[in-house]
């Protein structure tokens, strides 16, 4: 079956487009980064997580954060990670984490930028958060055979 033109144009999702906004830049993103970090390094739950898996020097990490970050508000194409993989490895992280990482994201959001930025950041941040929850938690039950046993 072909849809016509009109019909195919709606079952299209429309590609995000980069946020382009004054004081939006590479610089503002990697202190976005650095000062969320912070704020998940001196958290009671998620700063053991952390520290068990990222040892030493943090400026990789937060370099690749920034890259990502760029990459999903700027489109910057910077970041070229497997953030699903790297998460699945993580065994001791729940659900409710997630919570504790978005509420410590959307504080630090609301510190750095206007409130209808950082309604663009933390939108965003929910949408990754619910991709990576589904990749790490959800499990479809099995099914019942055909045959009824």
């Given amino acids: 079956m072909t849809l016509k033109p009109a019909l195919a144009d709606r079952a299209r999702p429309v590609a995000e487009q980069p946020l382009n906004h004054a004081g ?3 610089a503002s993103i990697g202190k976005l980064v650095r000062e969320f970090y912070a704020k998940v390094r001196s958290d009671g739950r998620l700063g053991p997580i952390f520290a068990r898996e990222i040892t030493g020097d943090w400026e990789p990490h937060l370099e690749k954060m920034t890259d990502f970050w760029c990459s999903v508000i700027l489109k910057s194409g910077d970041y070229h990670g497997r953030p699903v993989l790297a998460h699945l490895k993580l065994k001791d992280v729940t659900e409710a984490d997630f919570e504790i990482w978005l509420t410590l994201f959307a504080k630090t959001t609301a510190e750095l930028f206007d409130p209808e930025l950082a309604g663009v950041f ?6 990754i958060a619910t991709s990576l929850k589904l990749a790490m938690f959800f499990r479809l039950a099995p099914s019942a055979r055909a045959d009824g046993q």
């Fill in 122 to 127: 933390v939108d965003r941040a929910e949408r």
């Fill in 24 to 26: 939006v830049d590479r």
